[in-house]
């Protein structure tokens, strides 16, 4: 087992993440163990598929099940999940614990920012996305208005449970879904990136690449450590989210991850665009991009999805797309475009690729 201790340079909280088997069966308890009351929040999937082993595990702990799926990630849900928590009676030494991708960890860390104005939260990844990605630097949010995340806090887990054991229930877009986050990773770190490359035929084929978990956790806590609230350095982790979020909203049958992979495609062409790249590192990126997605997907008219990229926080003028764009190994670049240039690139892109 890797343990992996997250502080913040700024703050003095510290999150600590374990990763590897035995995660939940052994270091869960003993860190929750001092906790007077806990209060487990997961979503319906999890609660069919584990439901039995958490509470093998836990014991008769009281549970909130949300229903599984993004388009549940509401004010109902949050709002509700703070109801039982109020009803179970719990106090500011209590805890919860999320047992979910991440969905669940969003919500319920929202929630425990919230209630009683903060309560300990443990974190219990239960997909490959949420383990190598969402479960580590403590961003929490819900969708709003039609606004993916629009509302959230920054509310760091006492302790993430990275525990492989859960991704042997997960179906095959749930694998890509990680390994897009993976692969954004690689785009940041020549390290990592060398390593994704020589696994390229097994990530292609969909298998769980357990070993190299450690390794993305890794990276992205060193990045949170240096700048938790996103101010500076922690923005290269947003590297093809502009594309990738306006494509998730629009697609809706695509995950987070897929869409991740599609929005590096469209954001390294538009760098080799604008930018000095490395072509023969970007040539690589886009490459495997394609073969963990299997090939682009239909997509809807540019006039359809673009226009959400302007609902993007990290834009900082009306009328404006700011992107995250790769342009060599481990190096990226923060591009401002106007909306109608955005459009208009973006147009001929998608006509190059499909």
Not at 55 to 80: C, W
Request: net charge negative; glycine share 8%; proline share 5%.
């Amino acid at each position: 087992m890797r343990t992996i201790v997250l502080k913040e340079e700024a703050q003095p909280s510290t999150s600590t993440i374990y990763c590897g088997e035995g995660a939940f069966l052994s270091e869960l308890p003993r860190c929750i163990q001092d906790f007077g009351q806990k209060f487990i929040f997961t979503d319906s999937n999890v609660e069919r598929l584990w439901g039995a082993h958490i509470r093998k595990v836990l014991g008769d702990v009281p549970v909130f099940v949300m229903p599984a799926g993004e388009e549940h990630k509401t004010e109902e849900t949050l709002f509700a999940l703070l109801k039982a928590m109020a009803e179970a009676g719990l106090h500011r030494t209590s805890c919860l614990v999320m047992i979910g991708g991440g969905v669940v960890g969003d919500v319920g860390g929202l929630a425990a920012a919230l209630y009683m104005r903060g309560i300990a939260c443990f974190q219990v990844p239960t997909t490959l996305l949420a383990q190598v990605d969402s479960s580590v630097g403590g961003k929490t949010a819900i969708d709003f208005m039609g606004v993916k995340n629009l509302v959230g806090a920054f509310n760091q887990p006492k302790a993430v449970f990275a525990d492989p054991c859960f991704l042997s229930t997960l179906p095959p877009r749930e694998v890509r879904c990680g390994i897009g986050e993976m692969v954004k990773h690689g785009a940041l770190s020549e390290e990592l990136f060398e390593k994704l490359l020589l696994r390229r035929k097994e990530l292609a084929s969909l298998a769980v690449p357990v070993d190299l978990i450690a390794d993305n956790i890794a990276f992205k806590a060193s990045v949170v450590a240096e700048d938790a609230k996103e101010s500076g350095l922690r923005k290269c982790l947003n590297l093809g989210h502009t594309t990738a979020h306006a494509l998730e909203l629009a697609l809706k049958t695509r995950s987070h991850g897929e869409c991740v992979l599609l929005g590096t495609i469209f954001e390294a062409e538009l760098a080799r665009r604008r930018e000095k790249c490395d072509e023969s590192y970007l040539g690589e990126l886009t490459a495997l991009c394609r073969e963990v997605l299997g090939g682009i997907p239909a997509l809807p008219a540019p006039a359809v999805w673009t226009p959400l990229a302007l609902l993007d926080k990290k834009n900082t003028e009306k009328d404006a797309v700011v992107i995250t764009a790769p342009v060599g190994r481990g190096t990226y670049r923060l591009i401002a475009l106007p909306f109608a240039e955005y459009a208009r690139e973006a147009e001929e892109i998608q006509a190059k690729l499909c």
